[in-house]
């Protein structure tokens, strides 16, 4: 096909009737998206995501039983305050830790209607302690993960 056959084709693929069915309207928002490192290897992957610029994202590590979040400066918050403006949550685990904070996060956003997703990430294991800390709790999950998942993933969510 010669480029000038190219060019008319997409023309004629700008008439009126087509045109009422394009989207005219900009991308929704960057979402509210929490970013929650369940053990002390997963502090480090979220540490690293924490450094790059993101629109809406914070990112917090896990402590037991769930019910505080704790920020990456050190300040305990209740879970339920960091939830109230979320749309997704992201749980990052290496090893399986805190697997009742999983759980109470992961409860808190099932009952709120936030979408979660969960990171084992354990390269090259299909199977792991994080996998079943997360499983019951995550509507996405990604096993076996790498690191730059997690970049990719609040990228993907525009986070």
Known sequence: MTPSRLVSSCARAA???EAAFRIDYPLSAARNTRVVALDAAAEQIVRRAARMRWAQAKFYLAADPGHHLVTLSG?????AGELADSNTL????TSGENAEAAATIGAACKVRGIMTAGLAVTPGRLTSEALFALRPHARMLLVPAEEDDLFELLRA???
């Open 15 to 17: 008439t009126a009737e």
């Open 75 to 79: 300040e305990s918050v209740p879970l």
């Open 90 to 93: 992201m749980l990052v685990s």
């Open 157 to 159: 969510t525009r986070a």
